[in-house]
């Protein structure tokens, strides 16, 4: 995904660890300068045990942790919205 705050581009991939029922499933969410490819932030969220392990759900908790370095509300929106078109809610 790719997202474009103030002039600045940056580049959002994750990373599903779908460790069955007996360990716990991690997604690992990094946004990246597309520039200089730096990490700026990353999230991760983990699914217990005992809940079922959904991918989209887990993009959504590690990118809004990922995010919580971003102070303007507005530069979350923007991700959001690139979010939202990414998997196709907005055209």
Request: hydrophobic share 30%.
């Amino acid at each position: 995904m790719i997202a474009t705050v103030n002039g600045k581009t940056f580049i959002v991939k994750w990373k599903h660890e779908n460790n069955g029922k007996e360990k716990k499933s991690v997604t690992h969410c990094v946004i990246r300068s597309s520039d200089s490819k730096e990490v700026v932030c990353a999230g991760q969220s983990i699914c217990d045990t005992r809940d079922q392990y959904n991918r989209q759900t887990g993009r959504k908790i590690s990118l809004s942790r990922a995010l919580n370095v971003f102070d303007n509300s507005n530069d979350r929106k923007v991700f959001w919205d690139s979010y939202d078109k990414e998997i196709g809610l907005v055209k």
